[in-house]
């Protein structure tokens, strides 16, 4: 193992999400926090995942579109997003084998989605039907603007890292945590009760946040957020 830790990022493969994802957010904080970044295609077949993960430290499962449906085992409602499969069995694949072989993992966005599904938890397919109650967790400023606030957990390695009980976090997700897979714990959550972040209790890193700690590079809790994780990473 070098002494940078090489890390994955999930990344989009359709010409219409590369447009849109803003890939290069992920790669700085990556750097930025002493890792090696390498953007991963969705693989395909157990193998490719194996082989893709004998070459990684960590793997960060980055923000995106929603989940299909399919994947929760679920029929469609009429709010889902827009979805990529191929990027959702590549992502779970990864995950389910990361999980498997205690490789640190950071869900950002949708990767907090991705993980509570690969875990065997569920998400709400859209917040707004589901959960009439939520706020408006889908923000018209700029998305390195904060939106709303955070409760942090104590008792979590997410407070252990940012060190404070409540922080101001942006928000840009359509889809949320709606069941905490089992041994994992819910480390934030929003004044509406949304789950904003879960993480695996008992292991090395595996962690994941609903908000977008790359994009708020100049934000001293999203720069503590990818410390820890690429720290974790060299370990
Ligand atoms: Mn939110």
């Keep these: 193992m070098s002494e940078k830790p090489v ?3 999930t990344a989009a493969h359709c010409s219409e999400e590369l447009q849109t994802f803003p890939r290069h957010y ?3 904080s ?3 926090a002493g890792g090696i970044p390498f953007i991963l295609p969705p693989v395909r077949t157990q193998e490719e995942c194996d082989d893709v993960l004998s070459v990684l430290d960590g793997l960060l ?3 995106g579109g929603d989940i299909s449906p399919v994947y929760l085992r679920e029929e469609p409602l009429r709010g889902i997003g827009k ?3 191929e990027r959702d069995w590549g992502e779970i694949l990864l995950t389910k084998q990361s999980l498997q072989q205690n490789i640190p993992i950071l869900g950002i966005c949708r990767g907090v989605q991705v993980l509570a599904v690969a875990a065997g938890g569920g998400i709400y397919q859209d917040i707004p ?3 009439p109650t939520a706020m408006e967790h889908s923000q018209t400023a700029p998305r390195q603007y904060a ?3 955070v409760d942090i957990a104590e008792k979590s390695a997410l407070f252990r890292l940012l060190g404070e009980k409540k922080v101001g976090v942006n928000s840009l997700h359509h889809q949320a945590v709606s069941k905490i897979p089992l041994g994992f714990i819910q480390n934030a959550h929003a004044a509406d009760g949304v789950i904003e972040g879960i993480e695996k209790t008992n292991t090395a890193f595996c962690l994941g946040v609903q908000w977008h700690p790359e994009s708020m590079e100049s934000d001293i809790h999203s720069n503590a957020l990818f410390r820890g994780f690429v720290e974790a990473c060299r370990e």
């Design 7 to 9: 890390i994955g990022i």
């Design 26 to 28: 992920y790669v700085e």
């Design 30 to 32: 990556i750097k930025k």
């Design 61 to 63: 499962l980055t923000g």
């Design 83 to 85: 979805c990529s499969p």
């Design 129 to 131: 039907s589901q959960h």
């Design 147 to 149: 939106w709303h606030d």
